[in-house]
């Protein structure tokens, strides 16, 4: 063992946050998918203490982590045994939240609880730990193939309108049917359309809102706010661009961090990240849609380091290692004057493998935009297999909303890649 290093366990890792490990400081120990594993960078892969590697599908459901943590165990064990008691166990991903949770209370690490990690990743339990907090959540119900028919019927008969089937723990709009009411319901479920670990719930209209922060302490070191200008459901199962703003709307901002705080403090989540989704109804209602304790996927977190300086995946391992923060004061993205609004934008992917022949638009840019990710000539897009594929990312950062969400409509309606199939 290196004196005077602590170890620190990471269940999971992308060459992405690279930056959030203190390699030079700690032992660093991994365990992840032996997939994973060898798409890490030569150089990146070296520097830790220790890569364990799990045999695991390389799949995009989110469960897997979770129902591998017997092995998980016997790993980490492995890992103690050679580097000492962890200082932290890292899990930055919604993937790995809970097992590293799990891990926590096997081998008494401090860190967020099993019971926090479950709520923050189960639905069900999710919504029912609001019960009486004053926060409205969609009507919901969990099923699977053995609900009765008569307990669907009886759920669907109380829906006014459009239903939403989901996986109570899947991510980015992974697995979600919406449903034309209840007959569809019924005519699903007589099919045996609906699988274990699911839950049905209401359909809710309206603004659909990301809410991005740090708790530490049980209190709110950073708060921002962003409207999805589509969702992430239109992206996933569409062509829609996805892209999200800022409001400037104090009132409404202010509004939506104290339901946010609310929420927090339900589900006992005091020292983490989280990303927070909920509605803004026609009748100016606030309704809580779902929960993660990490960072928020997508362009959110280079959004918020690019344009207000905080390192949401930094801020991640920093709580889970008990850490301090890098935010001194508490604030929200309001605080932060000198932008009036902002916002990221992804414009929709090809599916399957293409290359990249011309770009045209980015000589048309609005100059508001602050940052760009996108392809080169020759460059070969595989949207195949990738949570957020893209065909170009875009940050936009301006003096109010309206003209933020003006300049990302101009980048939609000029930015086009042409792409021809194969090589």
Not at 206 to 218: E, K, Q
Request: contains cysteine; glycine residues 8%.
């Amino acid at each position: 063992m290196n004196a005077g290093k602590r170890h620190v366990v990471h269940i999971g890792f992308h060459a992405s946050e690279a930056h959030t490990a203190d390699f030079d400081a700690d032992r660093v120990t991994v365990v992840m998918p032996r997939a994973s594993a060898a798409r890490l960078p030569d150089t990146l892969a070296s520097r830790f203490a220790r890569i364990a590697v799990l045999d695991l599908p390389d799949s995009d459901d989110l469960d897997t982590y979770d129902r591998a943590v017997d092995r998980m165990r016997e790993l980490v064990a492995e890992l103690i045994a050679e580097f000492g008691q962890p200082a932290g166990i890292v899990g930055l991903y919604e993937h790995t939240t809970l097992p590293a949770a799990r891990l926590r209370e096997h081998f008494g690490v401090p860190g967020t609880t099993v019971e926090t990690a479950l709520r923050c990743r189960d639905k069900v339990p999710m919504k029912q730990a609001l019960s009486g907090t004053g926060i409205r959540v969609p009507r919901f119900l969990a099923v699977g193939p053995d609900t009765g028919r008569a307990e669907l019927a009886e759920f669907a008969g109380r829906m006014p309108g459009r239903i939403v089937l989901k996986p109570r723990s899947q991510g980015a709009s992974i697995g979600v049917r919406i449903l034309d009411g209840a007959a569809e319901l019924l005519a699903l479920a007589e099919a045996g359309g609906i699988e274990e670990g699911y839950e049905v719930e209401e359909f809710v209209d309206g603004s659909i809102y990301h809410i991005d922060g740090v708790v530490r302490d049980a209190k709110t070191h950073w708060f921002c706010a962003s409207r999805y200008l589509d969702s992430c459901f239109d992206f996933q199962h569409g062509t829609a661009p996805l892209a999200a703003v800022t409001p400037d709307d104090p009132e409404l901002v202010d509004r939506m961090r104290r339901f946010t705080e609310t929420v927090l403090r339900a589900l006992d989540l005091t020292d983490s990240t989280f990303h927070m989704e909920l509605f803004h109804t026609p009748e100016d209602e606030l309704v809580f849609l779902e929960i993660g304790n990490r960072f928020g996927g997508a362009g959110i977190s280079w959004h918020q380091r690019t344009v207000y300086g905080v390192d949401l995946a930094k801020e991640a391992a920093l709580a889970c290692l008990g850490r301090p923060s890098d935010l001194a004061t508490p604030t929200t993205m309001l605080d932060r004057r000198e932008v009036g609004a902002s916002g990221w934008l992804y414009m929709p992917a090809v599916t399957g493998a293409v290359r990249v022949v011309a770009v045209t638009g980015l000589d048309e840019l609005p100059s508001s935009v602050v940052a760009v990710d996108t392809p080169a000539v020759g460059d070969v897009l595989d949207a195949d297999g990738r949570i957020w594929p893209t065909a170009g990312g875009f940050l936009v950062s301006g003096e109010s909303t309206a003209a933020v969400e003006q300049d990302m409509t101009r980048i939609i309606h000029t930015y086009t890649l042409e792409t021809k199939a194969g090589d």
